[in-house]
């Protein structure tokens, strides 16, 4: 069973940049399908991005071109990139894991989150 721990959450102004960070312990993660979910008050929680194994990803049409997910299976960390953030990006950021190569639609494994909040 892997655990995974966020970080790199904050405040921010509109236009600026976060970089998230998602460690991984318990498993090592470089066979998973790795991704970034978000939820704001109110809201249904939203996919960010997702990474396979084989560095394949996929972006919610909101943050594409904006967010990059990446992964660093030797340091066994997941990351989000996030440049030129939106008021709209204010969210309790996740990090999730399934235990596949491959991405399907549901996550085993999840971390606590992180916030971040972005201010025009």
């Known amino acids: 069973q892997v655990q995974l721990v966020e970080s790199g959450g904050g405040s921010v102004q509109a236009g600026g940049s976060l970089r998230l960070s998602c460690a991984a312990s318990?498993?090592?993660?470089?066979?998973?399908?790795m991704g970034w979910f978000r939820q704001a008050p109110g809201m249904e929680r939203e996919r960010v991005a997702t990474?396979?194994?084989?560095?394949?990803?996929n972006y919610a049409d909101s943050v594409k071109g904006r967010f990059t997910i990446s992964r660093d299976n030797a340091k066994n960390t997941l990351y989000l990139q996030m440049n030129g953030l939106k008021p709209e990006d204010t969210a309790m950021y996740y990090c999730?894991?399934?235990?596949?190569?491959?991405?399907?639609?549901?996550?085993?494994?999840w971390g606590r989150g992180t916030q971040v909040t972005v201010s025009s």
């Open positions: 318990g498993d090592t993660i470089g066979s998973y399908c």
């Open positions: 999730a894991a399934q235990g596949r190569n491959w991405c399907s639609d549901v996550f085993d494994y």
């Open positions: 990474i396979n194994y084989w560095r394949t990803t």
